[in-house]
């Protein structure tokens, strides 16, 4: 029986390119040995299918890898037993061989007829699966000549078959700017899916041109006559609206025909961009114009990269008509598309590679965002899903799409949040695999529950990649496990302090404690918690713990008693503790609660930012250490006169007693300190080796020389070794 490998040939040697034709028959030799004995439902030999596409596939303007791929297209789906990968790649090598195996995965896509949406997944992961654009074209040329012998399928494959066509094919190639691909499967399902529906159209379409044959006719005839005045060579085609646009304006559109302004049009090809325009200029002086129908896609292409000016002008006996104007390269673009595009972008050396696919589709994208129509926009964006999305199935048959490096967890948080916390494990294409299994395209994952789950673990907190799961199991955390937060949460802010210095218990407590109330919580175990269930991050505090830890750490730091040095020379204020800042009257005073300075201390004011000036000692550490960097924000202070001896105000002073370590020692110095009537603010003992203890003692006094009378009389007290002023 004979095959219609002749047709490739001739079909080939018409378009004059230069194919490699000595591998394309080495493609189809292999092929037809790999196919021999299968025969189409037709009755007609296997081959003639893939000889049929390659055909189309030339007819894009593909070049010879796409044609021999086209050949090979359904060898490693049915002749498994004769051939395989490996054999493909050795004998077409490594592109021919992506081909093949990027349309054989294809296959594998079952498409069910679900609601728009889903659709929209299917048709992009499509898109993401094929990898190569011309995975994309081949499989088109495929499904065309499926589609023109599907006569010869049982009713159930034509139905299902065209659907998926009307719902897949159509629409990716539209996407793809193939105009003629998208009219031929949209009419040819259309006469499967609503055969009546279709005839009825055809019929009605055909009985119009019939009553006016001659307007057509008449029509193109007269604008030639025009264009040849204007010295203008064109082509001119009549009859460019498809059975199946016709019909959706009719049928979904609700419009009846003397509606549809465009059902007559006609298609003007020229030479060149500006004789588009001249030509426009020619028929709006031939004809009236319909108001609001001129478009000029030429400076402004759709994002598909269809040019064409259109407009819709009245012609004979008023019947409107819609005129297309392009140049011939726009004509090729915008019957094959992307393909033309690509072919012309490639020249014939061959495949893209991922950056300059990406660059294209920039560029479609560059395009569109000048245009008005926001639709079209995302449109075209839609086309760039190569990297940035992975389509997986529920095994219900439903796509779910996430971002790219999803894993099994992002997949079961997706589907619901109970999905995710009552997850125990999971299963992709059937197989057991760890619950951080990053998905790919096309793969069915199944997530195992168990009521007995005790949640989620902290851990996949780190696991989970998408922001949606992260806020699920954050959430999980927060509602169930206050108490198990809170651990956490110490766990990890011990951990930070830790880096800062040795650290208690206590310590961090009372650090957290002055954050948490800073950034609004009632108390610690709040900070805790929100850190334990994540809804804080450790970084976004870190910086304050640290302030807040060198800050307490400081104030504990020895100090020798300082020097006193009278101040005498100063006026007395009000309402400022008895400081007198330098040159600047009624200035809010605040004492620093890291060193206490009393009236006799040598004092120095810092400006805070909003709390008025600060008084610190000279000598206090935070001073020494910021004096440098901070400079411009000291101010010389002093204390008003009579407050270094006088009783006016009352200061606290912290008191650091190296002291015996006996029972009735704390009893001695509070009694001793009760005799001189002044009062403990604040008390707390420590351990200081086997014997001793240190006892920081905060007691309120009126300047230096009173705390210099506490201190002598203290160090009388038996046992007490040594006293230095300092803080808590
Ligand atoms: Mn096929």
Same mark, same amino acid.
Not at 474 to 503: P, T
Not at 518 to 524: F, K, P, V
Not at 712 to 725: P, Y
């Given at each position: 029986?004979?095959?219609?490998?002749?047709?490739?040939?001739?079909?080939l040697?018409?378009?004059?390119k230069?194919y490699?034709?000595e591998?394309?028959?080495?493609?189809?030799e292999y092929?037809?040995?790999?196919h021999?004995g299968q025969?189409?439902?037709?009755?007609?030999?296997?081959?003639?299918?893939p000889?049929?596409?390659?055909?189309?596939?030339a007819?894009?303007?593909l070049d010879t890898?796409?044609?021999?791929?086209?050949?090979?297209?359904?060898?490693?789906?049915d002749?498994?037993?004769?051939t395989d990968?490996?054999?493909?790649?050795r004998l077409?090598g490594?592109?021919?061989?992506e081909l093949?195996?990027g349309?054989?995965?294809?296959?594998?896509?079952q498409?069910?007829d679900k609601?728009?949406?889903?659709?929209e997944?299917?048709?992009k992961?499509?898109?993401?699966?094929?990898?190569?654009v011309?995975?994309?074209f081949?499989?088109l040329?495929?499904?065309i000549?499926?589609m023109?012998?599907?006569?010869?399928q049982?009713?159930?494959k034509?139905?299902?078959?065209?659907?998926?066509?009307?719902h897949?094919?159509a629409?990716?190639?539209?996407?793809?700017?193939?105009?003629r691909?998208?009219q031929?499967l949209e009419?040819?399902?259309?006469?499967?899916l609503?055969?009546d529906?279709f005839?009825a159209?055809n019929?009605?379409?055909?009985?119009?041109y019939?009553?006016?044959k001659d307007?057509?006719?008449?029509?193109k005839?007269?604008?030639?006559?025009?264009?040849?005045d204007y010295?203008?060579k064109?082509?001119?085609e009549?009859r460019?609206?498809s059975?199946?646009?016709?019909?959706?304006?009719?049928?979904?559109q609700k419009?009846t025909?003397d509606?549809?302004?465009?059902?007559?049009?006609v298609?003007l090809?020229?030479?060149?961009?500006?004789?588009c325009?001249t030509?426009?200029g020619?028929?709006?002086?031939?004809y009236n114009?319909?108001?609001?129908?001129?478009k000029?896609?030429?400076?402004?292409?759709?994002?598909?990269?269809y040019?064409?000016?259109?407009?819709?002008?009245i012609?004979k006996?008023?019947?409107p008509?819609e005129?297309q #104007? %392009?140049t =011939?390269?726009?004509?090729h673009v915008?019957?094959?598309? /992307?393909a !033309?595009?690509w072919k012309?972008k490639?020249?014939?050396k061959?495949g893209?590679?991922?950056?300059?696919?990406l660059?294209?589709?920039t560029k479609?994208?560059?395009n569109e965002?000048?245009t008005?129509?926001?639709e079209d926009?995302?449109d075209?964006?839609?086309i760039?899903?190569?990297s940035?999305?992975?389509f997986v199935?529920?095994?219900?048959?439903d796509?779910?799409?996430?971002?790219?490096?999803?894993?099994c967890?992002?997949?079961?948080?997706?589907?619901h949040s109970?999905?995710?916390?009552?997850m125990?494990g999971?299963k992709v294409?059937?197989?057991?695999v760890?619950?951080?299994?990053e998905?790919?395209n096309?793969?069915?994952?199944?997530?195992?529950t168990s009521?007995?789950?005790k949640?989620p673990s902290r851990?996949?907190?780190k696991?989970a990649k998408?922001?949606?799961?992260k806020?699920? #199991? %954050?959430q =999980?955390?927060k509602k169930?496990?206050?108490?198990?937060? /809170?651990? !956490?949460?110490r766990e990890?802010?011990?951990?930070?302090l830790?880096?800062?210095g040795?650290?208690?218990q206590?310590d961090?407590?009372?650090?957290?404690?002055a954050?948490?109330?800073?950034?609004g919580?009632?108390?610690?175990?709040?900070?805790?918690?929100?850190?334990g269930?994540?809804?804080?991050?450790?970084s976004?505090?870190?910086?304050?713990?640290?302030d807040e830890?060198?800050?307490l750490?400081a104030s504990?730091?020895?100090e020798?008693?300082?020097?006193?040095?009278?101040?005498?020379?100063?006026?007395?204020?009000?309402?400022?503790?008895?400081v007198i800042v330098?040159?600047?009257?009624?200035?809010?005073?605040?004492?620093?609660k890291c060193?206490?300075p009393l009236p006799?201390?040598?004092?120095?004011?810092f400006i805070?930012?909003?709390?008025?000036i600060?008084?610190?000692k000279?000598?206090?550490q935070?001073?020494?250490?910021?004096v440098?960097?901070?400079?411009?924000?000291?101010v010389?202070v002093?204390w008003?006169?009579?407050y270094?001896?006088?009783?006016?105000d009352?200061?606290?002073?912290m008191?650091k007693i190296?002291?015996e370590?006996?029972?009735?020692?704390?009893?001695d110095?509070?009694?001793?300190l009760?005799?001189?009537?002044v009062s403990?603010?604040q008390?707390f003992?420590q351990?200081?080796?086997?014997?001793?203890?240190?006892?920081n003692i905060?007691?309120?006094c009126?300047?230096?020389e009173h705390?210099?009378?506490i201190i002598?009389?203290?160090?009388?007290?038996?046992?007490v070794f040594?006293?230095?002023?300092g803080?808590?």
């Amino acid at each position: 029986m004979e095959d219609n490998y002749e047709n490739l040939v001739s079909t080939l040697k018409d378009l004059g390119k230069n194919y490699n034709f000595e591998k394309i028959q080495q493609a189809y030799e292999y092929a037809a040995s790999l196919h021999e004995g299968q025969f189409r439902k037709s009755g007609e030999k296997y081959i003639c299918h893939p000889i049929s596409v390659a055909c189309i596939v030339a007819e894009f303007g593909l070049d010879t890898d796409s044609i021999c791929a086209a050949l090979l297209h359904d060898t490693l789906e049915d002749c498994a037993d004769k051939t395989d990968v490996e054999t493909i790649k050795r004998l077409f090598g490594q592109q021919v061989y992506e081909l093949v195996e990027g349309l054989t995965k294809l296959v594998q896509i079952q498409f069910v007829d679900k609601e728009d949406m889903h659709m929209e997944s299917l048709r992009k992961m499509f898109l993401a699966m094929a990898k190569d654009v011309r995975v994309i074209f081949i499989k088109l040329a495929d499904r065309i000549h499926n589609m023109r012998t599907l006569a010869a399928q049982p009713p159930e494959k034509q139905r299902r078959i065209a659907l998926e066509t009307m719902h897949v094919y159509a629409p990716l190639a539209h996407r793809l700017g193939m105009q003629r691909v998208k009219q031929e499967l949209e009419n040819l399902s259309l006469s499967y899916l609503d055969p009546d529906g279709f005839k009825a159209v055809n019929d009605d379409i055909e009985k119009r041109y019939g009553q006016n044959k001659d307007f057509i006719e008449h029509t193109k005839e007269s604008i030639l006559n025009s264009m040849n005045d204007y010295h203008i060579k064109c082509d001119i085609e009549g009859r460019v609206k498809s059975v199946y646009s016709i019909y959706r304006k009719m049928f979904m559109q609700k419009k009846t025909f003397d509606e549809i302004y465009d059902f007559y049009a006609v298609r003007l090809i020229v030479d060149t961009e500006l004789e588009c325009y001249t030509a426009l200029g020619v028929i709006h002086e031939l004809y009236n114009t319909i108001p609001g129908r001129f478009k000029d896609y030429i400076s402004i292409p759709k994002a598909n990269n269809y040019r064409s000016l259109h407009t819709t002008v009245i012609g004979k006996d008023g019947v409107p008509f819609e005129v297309q #104007i %392009r140049t =011939w390269e726009m004509h090729h673009v915008a019957e094959f598309g /992307i393909a !033309a595009h690509w072919k012309y972008k490639s020249g014939d050396k061959g495949g893209l590679d991922i950056d300059q696919k990406l660059e294209w589709i920039t560029k479609l994208v560059e395009n569109e965002s000048s245009t008005a129509d926001p639709e079209d926009f995302i449109d075209a964006l839609k086309i760039d899903i190569f990297s940035d999305e992975t389509f997986v199935f529920t095994p219900s048959g439903d796509v779910i799409t996430l971002p790219q490096d999803s894993n099994c967890i992002d997949f079961a948080y997706h589907i619901h949040s109970a999905v995710g916390n009552k997850m125990i494990g999971a299963k992709v294409n059937g197989v057991i695999v760890p619950i951080d299994r990053e998905l790919h395209n096309g793969e069915i994952v199944e997530i195992i529950t168990s009521q007995a789950s005790k949640g989620p673990s902290r851990d996949w907190l780190k696991i989970a990649k998408t922001s949606d799961a992260k806020a699920k #199991i %954050r959430q =999980w955390f927060k509602k169930e496990k206050r108490d198990d937060n /809170i651990i !956490a949460g110490r766990e990890e802010i011990l951990s930070e302090l830790k880096k800062y210095g040795k650290v208690t218990q206590s310590d961090m407590d009372q650090v957290v404690e002055a954050v948490a109330t800073r950034n609004g919580m009632t108390c610690a175990d709040d900070m805790y918690n929100m850190i334990g269930y994540g809804g804080i991050s450790l970084s976004k505090i870190a910086i304050k713990l640290k302030d807040e830890f060198e800050s307490l750490i400081a104030s504990r730091e020895p100090e020798v008693v300082p020097e006193i040095t009278l101040q005498t020379n100063a006026k007395a204020s009000k309402n400022n503790g008895g400081v007198i800042v330098d040159g600047q009257d009624g200035c809010s005073v605040k004492f620093a609660k890291c060193c206490n300075p009393l009236p006799g201390d040598a004092i120095v004011g810092f400006i805070t930012k909003g709390f008025g000036i600060s008084v610190h000692k000279c000598d206090c550490q935070n001073v020494l250490k910021s004096v440098e960097e901070n400079k411009d924000r000291f101010v010389s202070v002093e204390w008003a006169h009579g407050y270094t001896s006088s009783k006016n105000d009352s200061y606290d002073a912290m008191l650091k007693i190296y002291a015996e370590d006996r029972i009735s020692m704390l009893a001695d110095i509070s009694m001793a300190l009760a005799d001189m009537k002044v009062s403990i603010t604040q008390v707390f003992t420590q351990k200081h080796g086997p014997d001793d203890m240190i006892i920081n003692i905060a007691v309120s006094c009126k300047n230096v020389e009173h705390l210099n009378a506490i201190i002598s009389r203290l160090r009388g007290i038996r046992g007490v070794f040594n006293i230095q002023r300092g803080n808590s």
